[in-house]
């Protein structure tokens, strides 16, 4: 088999539908199979969905798992040569998949790759494009100098190699996957992408970003104004950055972790302002 889907979806049955649609047209002339993990939604995902794509794989958790480990449950199932994660809020270009497989299969030493991805109002996304946040790349991002993080020096009309893959459309060589390791279950959701990214470097394989189109509904499948997503958010920074970087003088690493916690405070301070209405 040529292509294993993994979606991973929580309460998002509209976009998580139109992604499938996306998806049926992309994979024409494609050896295909497709897992939706869904994480214990209280919406009518596993009810309404089912009937309507047969030929998607339906794994039902009893409870929000979080994303690496639903991942993780059908890739453990996948039979195909690639595997791509995929979140629910995208939609997928008719060529994407196609293009992504090809190029794949022309560069054996690829062990990732992604997409040029647009947001909602058709502007790119910078996000398709990211560098390993190391102490330095991620100090100088929280000041506001965020051109090394997105890898701005990059053409976005072209393959171009690069460091992080967006979890949003994450192709991997499942051979790759077996060497370096599946998702890291100690990320809940955010930063797994970068820790596999990482280690997919690490492991000496290349990470790619190919200019094939998708749209993504950024932070429709997760909610961003409770102070869960907060803690999640930034409880993920943290966790990549003791997992990679704990090995370093205090000096590097007590203003990094001192940023990010006065980055999450900010970013509590101003939910409560906006639940205040102030």
């Not at 994979?27 to 969905?49: G, R």
Request: with cysteine.
């Amino acid at each position: 088999m040529k292509l294993s889907i993994v979606i991973v979806s929580y309460n998002v049955r509209r976009y998580l539908d139109k992604c499938l649609e996306s998806v049926a047209t992309a994979l024409e002339d494609i050896d295909y199979e497709v897992f939706v993990v869904d994480n214990a939604s209280s919406d009518d995902t596993m009810t309404y969905l089912p009937p309507r794509y047969p030929w998607v794989h339906f794994i039902a958790n009893d409870e929000n798992v979080g994303f690496a480990r639903a991942n993780n449950l059908a890739i453990r199932q996948a039979q195909g040569q690639y595997v791509l994660l995929l979140n629910p809020d995208t939609t997928v270009g008719e060529h994407t998949l196609r293009g992504a497989v090809a190029f794949m299969d022309a560069h054996p030493e690829a062990g990732g790759a992604g997409v040029k991805m647009h947001n909602e109002d058709g502007t790119v996304a910078l996000e398709s494009r990211r560098a390993i946040p190391t102490p330095w790349v991620s100090a100088l991002k929280m000041l506001g100098f965020t051109r090394r993080y997105y890898m701005s020096h990059l053409p976005w009309d072209e393959p171009c190699r690069i460091e992080v893959i967006s979890g949003a459309f994450c192709l991997l060589r499942h051979e790759a996957l077996r060497q370096v390791g599946l998702l890291d279950e100690d990320f809940f959701m955010y930063g797994e992408d970068i820790d596999l990214s990482y280690r997919l470097l690490k492991g000496g394989w290349q990470n790619w970003y190919l200019p094939l189109p998708i749209v993504h509904y950024k932070g429709k499948s997760t909610r961003k104004t409770d102070y869960r997503y907060v803690h999640v958010f930034y409880q993920a920074m943290l966790i990549f950055f003791r997992k990679h970087y704990s090995h370093l003088s205090i000096f590097y690493t007590l203003p990094v972790k001192m940023a990010i916690y006065f980055r999450a405070f900010i970013a509590l301070i101003d939910l409560l302002r906006q639940k205040l209405h102030l």
